[in-house]
């Protein structure tokens, strides 16, 4: 159900909120239990809805800049670069037509009940006559009064007399709450049709500078250096701008005419006042009223609402029973004082209440006027949408409150909605209306969480009503009641992606903050971590790439931590296209992937890489130690593989798991090794029982070895050790040790030569006994290791095959370490020595 656009279901049989089983509309006061306000301490609560449904999440895709955004109201917004094929077509300019019709669209409801009288516009001929000649010389003007002076009438009529000046007409704006930025792209909208393509910076820019409007601004509230943007930007339009005394002045380069609007002479007061009661005034009524203009210093907002005083005056003399049930002599009663009240002669207001009549006014309204006003005051000044006070105050005919409101002179237009007149919220807040304030914005936080989420609701009108959606928001964050922030993080996940689907992205980014502070405040990690993706898109969107890669790196930590993958997913895709578009390095937080790799969590293991691998040679730097290692590579991808386009897996954090896993492949080949240490010796044990393995190597080696821990006089040995050489197995299991010339040894040693340690013997002896090298004069180049042939199996340790003979490979030389380093240690890995056909590891 769209409370703006009522359809036909919203009488039907099945909405017991808006009419009877029977078709018939409900009476005032007659409200349905679904709809009835619950009293509550201090206040009343949210109606209850019922039991709701889940609704489709509503995906709006559309074009910003250069990107594609994709609102996804689940996961996260998801961006990407626009495909060529979906790149819009430039901007069409709107017509006469089609540009009168949207200011129609955008302009404020016609409050329900009878018309209001029309006002003449009095002592204004010479300002209204010197800004329409202004304008039409292309001078850009800055109107400034006091609030309830007139402006906006007076920008009503100059905005009629030049309707027909600029090629693209006027166009009306509204600066309340409003950057220079927002009113860029409201200018952009009302001059062009673009449908769901929002342009970047530079596209805007290039947009707004041909257009030539002259541009009614009312409500401004900036000035200095962001005025002087706003006028650089559009160079061919004509702006009118109505502003207040308070807001900054602009620069001395803007050359901006000044025109000054004070108040009404005394006989314009007293005229208005007759227009507004529609009558002469007595002597004593315009007596009052000379002593009012003395006090309001002319302000025509004050004789409106004065004659709006005189005309409840008027009914009460003519039927004392028209406020029945308010007790005159109460302190609300506007006429009361200490005389009594006979039905004919009722006294006039005090010069005080007159200057100030907002609390004396609302005394006289309906119970439901009585209670909007209570919920504006509630939302900082805001009126909601006369749509919505039938559910907002518990009254299907609420929604003509609006009308007793403005014919009061309590409301004033900002844009397409109203809000209290100026000094309004200040008078009824003293009088007592803001009492229950933070109940009543927490009703209107669950209203607008319900009706934001429904299907029917178009962004359109979301967007309308964008700031009471965010002063209601604002009451509530940050709360200490119980639930407040809650129902303000509710109202934020179902506000912001329609908020972004109808390009109001000031609003959008309004809602987002007080959507992350509210969900910090309750705890609600997931929903913080949301608003979080969702402020990184959109500073990625609106290019600040910096405040993009932070917000999205606090939103990828976050949905880690609660296993969230496909929110994890979003994230990391939008963060790597920061990093492709500011052309830094990929955040720690970006797992390196292709696409369709799994998703690696922070507390997951890292695991090896699984495929075809090849050999490969690394050296690992250590405090302490120098080792070779051999570790499996993973191969290059296939020509079908690569087809998908992956980026290189070795990014950022990567290069430290590399480092880790060929760490663990080290570690483990040293374990391997010290296994196999022992199951050859306990093999020697058995196959000499004569003596022991250390026996035999001392007998091989006893002619000529130097001792096994080093050259006696403390030099370090010269020789292969820091080469990085690796020694690969004999085809039969034994290992051969080669000379320094590459040739085996197999005589003596010189007396002055360093041996390696001893090579602990396999299974069956060697052919030769093992000598230690001789002393090279520099170190050899290292050789790739090449792959031994499988072990034999234990049927054929006594013959070997010719095979075996004749492919044995050529004896390299052992590896010599000093002492400091320890003995080098060759062997197989354990997982080799059980399969037999894996390359040695040696450390």
């Given at each position: 159900?769209?409370?703006t656009?009522r359809g036909?279901?919203e009488y039907?049989?099945?909405n017991?909120g808006f009419g009877?089983?029977d078709g018939r509309?409900?009476p005032?006061?007659?409200?349905?239990?679904?709809?009835?306000l619950r009293?509550?301490?201090?206040?009343?609560v949210?109606?209850d809805?019922?039991?709701q449904t889940?609704?489709?999440a509503?995906?709006?895709r559309?074009?910003s800049?250069?990107?594609?955004?994709t609102?996804?109201?689940?996961d996260?917004?998801?961006?990407?670069l626009?495909?060529?094929?979906?790149?819009?077509?430039?901007p069409?300019?709107?017509?006469?037509a089609?540009?009168?019709?949207?200011?129609r669209a955008t302009?404020p409801?016609?409050?329900?009940?009878?018309p209001?009288?029309?006002?003449?516009?009095?002592e204004?001929a010479?300002?209204?006559?010197?800004l329409a000649?202004?304008?039409?010389?292309?001078?850009?003007?800055?109107l400034?009064?006091?609030?309830g002076?007139?402006?906006?009438?007076?920008?009503?009529?100059?905005?009629?007399d030049c309707?027909?000046l600029a090629?693209?007409?006027?166009v009306?704006l509204?600066?309340?709450k409003?950057?220079a930025?927002d009113?860029?792209?409201g200018l952009f909208e009302a001059v062009?049709?673009?449908?769901l393509?929002?342009?970047d910076?530079?596209?805007l820019?290039?947009?707004?500078?041909?257009?030539?409007?002259?541009?009614v601004?009312?409500?401004?509230e900036?000035?200095?250096?962001?005025l002087?943007?706003?006028?650089?930007a559009?160079p061919?339009c004509?702006f009118?701008?109505?502003?207040?005394?308070?807001?900054a002045?602009?620069?001395g380069?803007?050359?901006?005419?000044?025109?000054?609007?004070?108040?009404l002479?005394r006989?314009s007061?007293?005229?208005?006042l007759?227009?507004?009661?529609?009558?002469?005034l007595?002597?004593?009524e315009?007596n009052w009223a000379?002593?009012?203009?003395f006090e309001?210093?002319?302000?025509?907002?004050?004789f409106?609402?004065?004659g709006a005083?005189?005309r409840?005056?008027?009914?009460l003399?003519?039927d004392?029973?028209?406020?029945d049930?308010?007790d005159l002599?109460?302190t609300e009663?506007p006429f009361g004082?200490?005389e009594?009240?006979?039905g004919?002669?009722i006294p006039?207001?005090?010069l005080?209440?007159?200057a100030a009549?907002?609390a004396?006014?609302?005394?006289?309204?309906?119970?439901?006027?009585?209670?909007?006003?209570?919920?504006?005051?509630a939302?900082g000044?805001e009126?909601?949408?006369?749509?919505h006070l039938?559910?907002l105050v518990?009254d299907?005919?609420?929604?003509?409150?609006l009308?007793?409101?403005a014919?009061?002179?309590?409301?004033?237009?900002?844009?397409?909605?109203?809000?209290l007149a100026a000094g309004?919220a200040a008078?009824?807040?003293?009088?007592?209306?803001?009492g229950?304030?933070?109940?009543?914005a927490?009703?209107?936080?669950?209203?607008?969480?319900?009706w934001?989420g429904h299907?029917?609701?178009?962004?359109?009108?979301?967007?309308a009503?964008?700031d009471a959606?965010?002063?209601?928001?604002?009451q509530?964050?940050?709360?200490?009641?119980?639930?407040?922030?809650s129902?303000?993080?509710l109202?934020a996940?179902?506000a912001?992606?329609v908020?972004?689907?109808?390009?109001h992205?000031?609003?959008?980014?309004?809602?987002?903050?007080l959507?992350?502070e509210?969900?910090?405040?309750?705890?609600e990690?997931?929903?913080?971590?949301y608003f979080h993706h969702?402020?990184?898109?959109?500073?990625l969107?609106?290019?600040n790439?910096d405040?993009a890669?932070?917000?999205?790196?606090?939103s990828i930590?976050m949905r880690g931590?609660?296993?969230?993958?496909s929110g994890?997913?979003?994230?990391?895709r939008a963060?790597?296209l920061?990093?492709?578009?500011?052309g830094?390095?990929?955040p720690?937080v970006?797992?390196?992937?292709?696409?369709g790799a799994p998703v690696?969590?922070?507390?997951?293991p890292v695991r090896p890489?699984?495929?075809?691998?090849?050999?490969?040679t690394q050296t690992l730097?250590r405090?302490?130690?120098?080792a070779?290692?051999?570790?499996a590579?993973?191969?290059?991808?296939?020509a079908?593989g690569?087809a998908?386009?992956g980026?290189?897996?070795?990014?950022?954090k990567?290069?430290?798991?590399?480092v880790?896993v060929?760490?663990?492949?080290?570690l483990?080949?040293v374990?391997?090794?010290?296994?196999?240490l022992?199951?050859?010796?306990?093999?020697?044990?058995q196959g000499n029982?004569?003596?022991?393995?250390e026996?035999s190597?001392?007998?091989?080696?006893?002619g000529?070895?130097?001792?096994?821990?080093?050259?006696?006089?403390?030099?370090?040995?010269?020789g292969?050790?820091?080469s990085?050489?690796a020694?690969?197995?004999?085809s039969s299991?034994?290992e051969v040790?080669p000379?320094?010339?590459?040739t085996p040894?197999?005589?003596?040693?010189?007396?002055?030569?360093?041996?390696s340690s001893a090579?602990p013997s396999s299974?069956?002896?060697?052919?030769q006994?093992?000598t230690?090298?001789?002393r090279?004069?520099?170190?050899t180049?290292?050789?790739p290791?090449?792959p031994s042939?499988?072990p034999?199996?234990?049927?054929?340790?006594?013959?070997p095959s010719p095979t075996?003979?004749?492919?044995e490979?050529e004896?390299?030389?052992p590896d010599t370490s000093d002492?400091a380093?320890?003995?080098s240690?060759?062997?197989?890995?354990?997982?080799?020595?059980?399969?037999?056909?894996?390359g040695?590891i040696v450390?």
């Open positions: 159900m769209d409370p656009h036909p279901e039907g049989r099945d017991d009877t089983p509309r409900r005032s006061g007659d409200v349905s239990p679904s709809s009835q009293s509550g301490r201090g206040g009343p949210a109606p809805f019922g039991q889940s609704q489709q509503r995906v709006v559309l074009i800049g250069d990107y594609l955004l609102v996804n109201p689940v996260g917004s998801e961006v990407e626009c495909p060529p094929g979906e790149q819009p077509d430039p069409a300019r709107r017509t006469a089609e540009r009168t019709d949207r200011e302009a409801p016609v409050p329900a009940g009878p209001a009288p029309q006002l003449p516009l009095l204004r010479e300002e209204r006559e010197r000649r202004l304008l039409a010389r292309g001078h850009s003007v800055r400034t009064g006091p609030a002076s007139g402006r906006t009438a007076l920008l009503d009529a100059v905005a009629a309707a027909d090629p693209d007409g006027v009306r509204c600066g309340h409003r950057t930025t009113l860029l792209y062009y049709e673009a449908p393509h929002r342009p910076r530079a596209g820019l290039d947009s707004v500078r041909t257009i030539g409007a002259v541009v601004l009312d409500d401004l900036f000035g200095g250096a962001a002087e943007e706003l006028l650089d559009t061919e004509a009118l701008f109505a502003t207040t005394p308070d807001v002045a602009p620069t380069d803007s050359h901006l005419e000044e025109v000054v609007l004070s108040g002479g006989g007061s007293l005229e208005l007759e227009n507004v009661v529609e009558r002469a007595t002597d004593e315009a000379g002593d009012l203009w309001s210093e002319g302000l025509p907002l004050r409106v609402q004065a005083l005189l409840q005056r008027d009914m003399r003519t004392p029973e028209a406020y049930g308010l002599r109460s009663a004082h200490d009594d009240i006979d004919v002669h006039l207001p005090s005080g209440e007159g009549p907002a004396l006014l609302a005394s006289r309204l309906s119970g439901a006027a009585r209670d909007t006003l209570r919920f504006a005051v939302l000044g009126v909601p949408h006369q749509a039938p559910a518990g299907t005919h609420a929604d003509a409150a009308g007793e409101l014919g009061c002179g309590l409301l004033s237009p900002a844009g397409p909605r109203y809000r309004v008078q009824l807040a003293a009088a007592g209306y803001d229950d304030s933070t109940d009543r927490r009703t209107a936080v669950q209203h607008y969480a319900w934001a299907p029917s609701v178009t962004p359109a009108r979301v967007t009503e964008a959606i965010v002063a209601a928001m604002a509530l964050v940050p709360g200490e009641g119980a639930g407040q922030t129902a303000a993080v109202l996940r179902s912001s992606p908020l972004a689907a109808g390009l992205w000031g609003a959008w980014e309004r809602v987002l903050r959507g992350q509210a969900a910090r405040i309750a705890g990690v997931a929903e913080e971590a969702e402020l990184g898109v959109l500073a969107c609106t290019g790439p405040r890669r932070a917000e999205l790196e606090t930590s931590a609660l296993a969230d993958k994890a997913v979003a994230g990391r963060l790597a920061v990093a492709d578009r500011s830094g390095s990929l720690d970006l797992a390196p992937m292709g696409d690696p969590w922070p507390d997951e890489p699984v495929g075809p691998t090849t050999g490969v730097s405090p302490y130690e120098e070779t290692a051999v570790m590579r993973q191969s290059a991808p296939s079908a690569g998908r386009g980026r290189p897996a070795v990014l950022g990567a290069r430290r798991n590399s880790a060929g760490a663990g492949v080290l483990a080949g374990l391997g090794t010290v296994v196999v022992g199951l050859n010796s306990g093999g020697d044990a029982p004569g003596g022991t393995s026996d190597v001392s007998q091989d080696d006893s000529n070895e130097a001792p096994a821990d080093g050259p006696t006089d403390g030099s370090a040995p010269a292969p050790a820091s990085g050489v020694v690969t197995p004999g299991g034994s040790t000379s320094a010339s590459g040894s197999g005589g003596s040693a010189e007396p002055g030569d360093t041996p090579a299974g069956r002896p060697s052919s006994p093992p230690g090298p001789s090279s004069p520099s170190p180049k290292p050789t290791t090449k042939s499988p034999p199996s234990p049927s054929d340790t006594d013959s075996e003979t004749a492919t490979p004896p390299t030389e002492s380093s320890g003995p240690l060759t062997s197989s890995s354990p997982a080799a020595a059980a399969s037999g056909d894996s040695p450390v």
